[in-house]
């Protein structure tokens, strides 16, 4: 399997094309990440929300994996806000997630809400979803079996809401703008996800009329809530939650991989499971069986995107990636067959999954 030869991107990686060196549009194409934003101008955002009542000044959503439970550390520690933690029972996590959660929270004394799915809707969903999915296996609406954890923004704005707190930090970085699938959905690969939010429902749109067995009416309001609601950007959150402002940590500060594990597993007494091939997106199942499924098709997964802006911004080494996802994107098999039998799809409909299409 050919690869970049500056990145790890594959040759059946969405719209990839090799120049004479060797190297994919995605690497020439490439603009610096990191913004324009820094900590100075964090500490202006946050000073606007810091009271001396002792009520919240923020809200961290936090699922127990990496990088929230690092925004959740920095907030407290660094920055010394007082913070409320919102965090989502996921029926597809692992149960160190909720544990970090609550040694994080426990810790650092920060009160807690968790939020639980109602009858069974994020399983109805996945189960759904995924189901239309093979009927018609097509990459760019593969997202689509996530929709149901698409629901929490909207219960955490009511929970800001209802707390009086107005502002939210979450914790994405720019390494996690995977590329791949805006070009799944016939969309540039340089442009940045807070811009393409039209297009992406447009995409997604075009790819649902394509496979009409999405366009269940009993999903259709889900469906909805989740374009609507799907992150603290979407139309619906700053519509009907105008007062209330997001922001993500890591677009301000620097995130740094390796400064923040050793601080949430030396500060907060922060694990993963002892079977986890990364440190990094373990804490959801359905992630699991997302990346195994674009192995398959693409030869890469979100790890060798992340690993390859990491590349071109001088972070790793293009050796230390190529070691790294030969670890990394080694899937316990197992986790995934569970969650076919939980969903009651038959394996026997997706053993294409466990074998290699590409070497
Ligand atoms: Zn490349």
């Given at each position: 399997m050919k690869r970049c030869s500056k990145c790890i991107l594959t040759e059946y990686t969405p719209n990839i094309a090799f120049n004479e060196e060797g190297n994919c549009n995605y690497c020439e194409s490439h603009q610096p990440i990191g913004g324009t934003e820094n900590e100075k101008q964090l500490l202006e955002v946050l000073d606007k929300y810091r009271?001396?009542?002792?009520?919240?000044?923020c809200i961290v959503p936090i699922s127990g994996g990496r990088d929230s439970s690092a925004v959740l550390l920095k907030m407290v520690k660094d920055y010394n806000m007082k913070v409320l933690a919102v965090s989502y029972d996921n029926?597809?996590?692992?149960p160190e997630t909720q544990a970090n959660v609550r040694n994080a929270t426990r810790i650092l004394g920060v009160d807690l809400v968790v939020l639980k799915p109602k009858r069974e809707i994020h399983q109805r969903i996945f189960k759904h979803n995924f189901n239309a999915w093979l009927k018609k296996p097509r990459?760019?609406?593969?997202?689509?079996?996530?929709a149901g954890c698409k629901l929490l923004v909207w219960e955490i704005l009511k929970v800001a809401k209802k707390h009086k707190v107005e502002l939210i930090v979450d914790g994405l970085n720019r390494?996690?703008?995977?590329?791949y699938k805006k070009a799944l959905l016939g969309m540039d690969i340089g442009s940045q996800w807070e811009s393409t939010y039209k297009q992406i429902f447009f995409g997604v749109i075009k790819e649902m009329i394509r496979n009409?067995?999405?366009?269940?009416p009993a999903y259709l309001p889900t469906l909805a809530n989740s374009y609507l609601?799907?992150?603290?950007?979407?139309l619906g959150s700053r519509l009907f939650f105008k007062k209330i402002k997001s922001l993500d940590l890591f677009y301000y500060v620097k995130w740094d991989e390796k400064e923040l594990l050793s601080r949430i597993q030396s500060e907060i007494d922060w694990t993963y499971p002892a079977g986890a091939p990364s440190t990094w997106r373990w804490d959801c199942r359905v992630a699991y069986l997302k990346d195994l499924i674009y192995l398959h098709y693409l030869g890469i997964t979100e790890k060798d995107d992340f690993y390859s802006k990491m590349i071109r911004e001088g972070v790793i080494s293009r050796e230390e990636a190529l070691k790294r996802i030969d670890r990394e994107n080694r899937y316990p098999q197992a986790i995934v067959k569970e969650l076919f039998a939980e969903a009651e799809i038959p394996v026997g409909r997706c053993e294409f999954l466990f074998h290699e299409a590409h070497s």
């Open positions: 009271r001396n009542d002792g009520k919240y000044e029926p597809y996590s692992p990459l760019g609406v593969l997202p689509m079996m996530c390494f996690e703008d995977t590329s009409p067995r999405y366009l269940n609601f799907g992150d603290f950007y979407a």
